[in-house]
């Protein structure tokens, strides 16, 4: 009997399926996923959950009723090994062949592996699967010298819950600040800054060339110049790859991931893709993008399934990311990328602020530290296309929201700020 199966129990995936169940509809709907565990949540994995501070069963996006009741089989510890596009089929590892009318492709990224000497010890590990979060979980407790390599979310994050842990962590990063793509270099300087405070090491402008064993075990990571670090263990965060080998395969468009338009539809009819494997145009980013954060899984996830069910909404939300280090709360909305300006709005000495990014004076992004009020309206105004002045943002008695309701237009009362 064929309906709809979605590959990937992702955000992705589930937000399609619960969306079309919602919008009317009522063929069968299967969901394969390649492990064992209920969906999950992944954003915990590096934190509460390494830390110990919530459970496997507190990660689940749902129980198991929620599927039940909506009809939805899930189809767990087995996955995908080829699409036919053709005859409307997928086949499964286990020699299972399913029929499909409509089809989502939602199966994530993965960890980019590191190309060095020695990367295979033991002790080299990754984070993007609750398994590889219950490994690392215990092998920090045994572990004294930690090396994060790559200063990104996933590495910052790590770094963060293992210096609360007392542990010796250095975070070795390629290039010259952190969250180097993601937010702009104030908030990358107010960030380190807070990492050296919990006693984190970060190295700048260097990369890793071997790994050195000891008895087959990580002992010490050497840079490029012959420095070396000693690690019992050390956590890779160098970035995530599209899984979009079997789209590729089908002969589906691929381009750092499977190319959608704004309902999620692959060139192909009835064939969709969204989350981490997707690559679609943002006028957010001036251009297509892949996105990783659960937000944008979620939004176009639910796209697809409004299209899944011919109730057609476009995905066209601002994108959002957040991070949690230490006793900061990290939240950025839009592309800072290629910015030419900031307004800087509080103040960073209290640590609690938000960095306003202008590209030829149109407001692309804002990056928040422990300020989520700054947030909810950056989301409004970008989305809307509404730029307050670099001046009207750094003023704090400025009420941005009225901006909502005149536009770009002046407000006289707006700006306090004394000349």
């Given at each position: 009997?064929?309906?709809?199966?979605?590959?990937?129990?992702?955000?992705?995936?589930?937000?399609a399926?619960?969306?079309?169940?919602?919008?009317?509809?009522?063929?069968?709907?299967?969901?394969i996923?390649?492990?064992?565990?209920?969906?999950?949540?992944?954003?915990?994995?590096?934190?509460?959950?390494?830390?110990?501070?919530?459970?496997a069963?507190?990660?689940?996006?749902?129980?198991?009723?929620?599927?039940?009741?909506?009809?939805?089989?899930?189809?767990?510890?087995?996955?995908?090994?080829g699409?036919?596009?053709?005859?409307?089929?997928?086949a499964?590892?286990?020699?299972?062949?399913?029929?499909?009318?409509?089809?989502v492709?939602?199966t994530?990224?993965?960890?980019?592996?590191?190309?060095?000497?020695?990367a295979?010890?033991d002790?080299?590990?990754?984070?993007?699967?609750i398994?590889?979060a219950?490994?690392?979980?215990?092998?920090?407790?045994g572990?004294?010298?930690?090396?994060?390599?790559?200063g990104?979310?996933?590495?910052?994050?790590?770094?963060?819950?293992?210096?609360?842990?007392?542990?010796?962590?250095?975070?070795?990063?390629?290039?010259s600040?952190?969250?180097?793509?993601?937010?702009?270099?104030?908030?990358s300087?107010?960030?380190?800054?807070?990492?050296?405070?919990a006693?984190?090491?970060?190295?700048?402008?260097?990369?890793v060339?071997?790994?050195?064993g000891d008895?087959?075990?990580?002992?010490?990571?050497e840079l490029?110049?012959?420095?070396?670090?000693?690690a019992?263990?050390?956590?890779?965060?160098?970035?995530?790859?599209?899984?979009?080998?079997?789209?590729?395969?089908?002969?589906?468009?691929?381009?750092?991931?499977?190319?959608?338009?704004?309902?999620?539809r692959?060139a192909?009819?009835?064939i969709?893709?969204?989350?981490?494997?997707?690559?679609?145009?943002?006028r957010?980013?001036g251009?297509?993008?892949?996105?990783e954060?659960?937000?944008?899984?979620?939004?176009?996830?639910?796209?697809?399934?409004?299209?899944?069910?011919?109730?057609?909404?476009?995905?066209d939300?601002?994108?959002?990311?957040?991070?949690?280090?230490?006793?900061?709360?990290?939240?950025?909305?839009?592309?800072?990328?290629?910015?030419?300006?900031?307004?800087?709005?509080?103040?960073?000495?209290?640590?609690?602020?938000s960095?306003?990014?202008?590209r030829?004076?149109?407001l692309?992004?804002?990056?928040?530290?422990?300020?989520?009020?700054?947030?909810?309206?950056?989301?409004?105004?970008?989305?809307?296309?509404?730029?307050?002045?670099?001046d009207?943002?750094?003023?704090?008695?400025?009420?941005?929201?009225a901006?909502?309701?005149?536009?770009?237009?002046a407000?006289?009362?707006?700006?306090?700020?004394?000349?």
């Amino acid at each position: 009997m064929s309906g709809l199966v979605v590959i990937g129990a992702s955000y992705a995936g589930i937000q399609a399926t619960l969306t079309a169940r919602e919008a009317g509809y009522a063929e069968p709907v299967t969901v394969i996923a390649d492990e064992s565990a209920l969906p999950y949540q992944r954003p915990p994995l590096s934190k509460d959950f390494l830390l110990d501070e919530i459970s496997a069963q507190g990660l689940l996006m749902h129980d198991e009723a929620v599927f039940s009741d909506n009809r939805i089989e899930l189809c767990l510890a087995n996955r995908v090994v080829g699409i036919g596009r053709s005859a409307g089929q997928v086949a499964l590892a286990d020699g299972a062949v399913l029929d499909f009318e409509r089809l989502v492709i939602a199966t994530g990224s993965r960890a980019r592996r590191i190309a060095v000497r020695g990367a295979d010890l033991d002790g080299v590990c990754y984070l993007r699967s609750i398994a590889d979060a219950a490994d690392l979980r215990a092998r920090l407790g045994g572990a004294s010298e930690i090396v994060i390599v790559g200063g990104g979310f996933i590495g910052l994050e790590v770094a963060s819950s293992a210096a609360k842990l007392g542990k010796k962590v250095t975070v070795i990063e390629a290039a010259s600040r952190l969250l180097e793509r993601a937010v702009s270099p104030v908030v990358s300087r107010f960030l380190l800054d807070r990492h050296v405070r919990a006693g984190v090491a970060v190295k700048f402008g260097t990369a890793v060339s071997a790994m050195i064993g000891d008895g087959g075990r990580i002992a010490a990571v050497e840079l490029n110049g012959g420095v070396r670090l000693g690690a019992d263990l050390v956590v890779v965060g160098i970035g995530g790859i599209a899984n979009d080998e079997l789209a590729v395969a089908a002969g589906l468009d691929c381009a750092n991931g499977v190319v959608v338009d704004e309902h999620g539809r692959t060139a192909c009819p009835g064939i969709y893709a969204a989350g981490d494997c997707a690559n679609h145009y943002s006028r957010f980013a001036g251009g297509w993008i892949r996105l990783e954060s659960v937000q944008h899984a979620q939004d176009q996830g639910r796209a697809v399934g409004l299209a899944i069910a011919e109730s057609h909404e476009p995905y066209d939300s601002v994108p959002r990311f957040w991070s949690d280090q230490h006793d900061l709360k990290l939240q950025i909305v839009g592309h800072s990328a290629r910015s030419d300006r900031i307004a800087i709005r509080g103040a960073i000495e209290a640590g609690r602020f938000s960095v306003f990014s202008y590209r030829e004076g149109k407001l692309v992004a804002v990056d928040s530290i422990n300020n989520p009020a700054d947030q909810m309206v950056a989301r409004r105004l970008i989305a809307a296309g509404i730029s307050p002045t670099p001046d009207q943002a750094e003023d704090s008695s400025c009420d941005l929201k009225a901006l909502l309701k005149t536009g770009n237009k002046a407000v006289a009362s707006c700006c306090r700020r004394q000349s």
